[in-house]
């Protein structure tokens, strides 16, 4: 096995020789999912990190209110990558497939029905938190100051949204064609960009929330006019890309957009089940006080941080197994599928353990107030524990994605939030049962560990590779 130095592909092949070595994964397989994992694993960080950054900074000089606004905000802003990532994720298995069987028209086609289906859907969501973010931020959040840093950061980031989920679609078009390096320069460049605004608007000029919010939004501009410009010439000075957009072609394909419909929608569903959680979740962490807020932001953010492997595993696994479906080898589908998911649960157990191990180090990152940092780092100790299972759902979600069969993880997102970690929650604030934040504990790994359960288990049945032949080049085609 090849051990060019690369600290991220460098920690996945040692994992990989270990579970290699005991004759648990094929080793030439370790070496190709490593190839096309790490740039989005190290797109993930830097992206993550940018978040992190963000809470960080803000938390630093403003205080945990200003970190309690910008967690009311989140999970509006998260609507751009529940709606802009769940019709990428339908791209992602429509290129693969298209990739895989040299059928490079359909997949041109493909990608410009996703930016349109995309466009169409996330524009009216940003016009709405950028015209009524106030009404928005109370519906969950709770206290004046830190309702009032939310507002002004989701009128700002509103302007957003669309640029966010367009590049969702661009970084998928060229990670299922098997080039996961382009996407890693762009987004990870964007997100270093984003960074050095936030710390330039924060501290240098003063502008609180407000500037954090405009560091995003430039940030996904320019990483959107770089998709835009690239995609249509096949790339950019010195980042080639290894498909290409053609422009004179019809702007919609009504049998790719049927399909694109059908495989992204429980897609769709399945982010917004997760990312509409967090509304009522944070409507009840609200109710335990800003400090409890500040302190689950905080752990939201690390666990964030923890799971990006899942940027390169789950898309890895998309991509590789979505290239065999459309060469009709599903023997070598299933083989990709295994591997990935069984490097993907090591690779995950060694983050957890580390993180739990500097949890309090951790912490201290954001917070340097002793009354409260127990309390965070209790919460980020938890974060690190539930992360295990996002492994295990992101590379049993991947083969499901790259075969269309995109219900299961809907269902198992539904499972999760909705019927057990929610009433979970909500438990630790009903008067006379005295579970208090022990609750919020359990709802944070519930909320992880079901859909995990669900997902292996729909994975195990090998009925997405069944699901997976009324999708591939040729049934399409005969349309």
């Known amino acids: 096995m090849s051990f060019s130095w690369n600290p991220v592909r460098f920690v996945l092949l040692t994992v990989g020789s270990a579970l290699s070595a005991l004759g648990l994964i094929s080793t030439d397989r370790v070496e190709r999912a490593a190839d096309l994992s790490w740039p989005r694993i190290v797109t993930g960080l830097a992206r993550m990190s940018k978040s992190t950054a963000d809470v960080a900074m803000v938390g630093i000089a403003l205080g945990p209110q200003a970190i309690a606004g910008i967690g009311y905000a989140s999970p509006f802003w998260g609507l751009a990558f529940a709606l802009g990532g769940g019709v990428a994720g339908g791209t992602i298995g429509m290129v693969s497939q298209r990739f895989g069987a040299e059928a490079y028209d359909e997949l041109s086609r493909s990608v410009t029905a996703s930016a349109v289906l995309a466009a169409a859907i996330t524009i009216p969501v940003g016009l709405l938190f950028v015209l009524v973010p106030g009404p928005l931020i109370d519906l969950i959040g709770s206290g004046q100051q830190a309702t009032a840093y939310g507002t002004d950061y989701l009128r700002i980031v509103g302007l957003g949204v669309p640029f966010a989920a367009l590049n969702l679609v661009g970084s998928r078009a060229l990670v299922g064609a098997d080039d996961a390096w382009s996407p890693m320069v762009l987004r990870g460049g964007g997100a270093v960009v984003n960074i050095v605004l936030n710390a330039v608007f924060l501290f240098g000029l003063g502008m609180g929330v407000v500037g954090a919010a405009i560091g995003t939004v430039v940030a996904n501009v320019l990483v959107f006019a770089a998709f835009a410009v690239g995609l249509p010439r096949g790339g950019l000075p010195g980042v080639p890309f ?5 422009p004179d072609g019809p702007l ?3 049998s790719l957009l049927r399909d694109l419909v059908e495989m992204a929608t429980p897609l769709i569903g399945t982010n917004l089940a997760r990312t509409g959680a967090g509304f009522p979740k944070t409507a009840i962490v609200a109710m335990f006080g800003p400090n409890v807020v500040a302190a689950y932001v905080v752990a939201m953010r690390v666990r964030a941080l923890m799971d ?3 940027w390169g595993f789950s898309l890895a696994s998309s991509s590789l197994v979505g290239q065999a479906l459309g060469e009709d080898d599903e023997r070598l589908a299933d083989l990709w599928a295994r591997d990935v998911l069984r490097l993907s649960m090591a690779v995950y157990v060694l983050i957890a353990v580390g ?3 500097f949890a309090r180090p951790i912490s201290r990152v954001f917070v340097q107030d002793p009354a409260i940092l127990p309390l965070v780092t209790v919460f980020v100790a938890v974060a690190a ?3 295990v299972f996002s492994g295990v759902n992101g590379g049993a979600t991947g083969p499901l994605r790259a075969s269309g069969d995109t219900r299961w993880p809907l269902y198992s997102q539904l499972a999760g939030m909705y019927v057990v970690a929610l009433p979970v929650a909500y ?3 009903a008067n006379g049962l005295g579970l208090g934040r022990p609750a919020l ?7 992880m560990a079901v859909p995990a359960a669900i997902t292996y288990y729909r994975y195990q049945t090998g009925t997405w590779k069944i699901v997976s032949r009324s999708f591939r080049p040729d049934a399409a085609a005969g349309d």
């Open 355 to 357: 993180v739990l191990v």
């Open 242 to 246: 290894p498909v290409r957009i053609r």
């Open 441 to 447: 504990y359990a709802a944070i790994v519930l909320e």
């Open 385 to 387: 524990v539930s992360v």
């Open 252 to 254: 919609l394909d009504r």
């Open 427 to 429: 438990l630790g604030t």
């Open 308 to 310: 990006t492997p899942n």
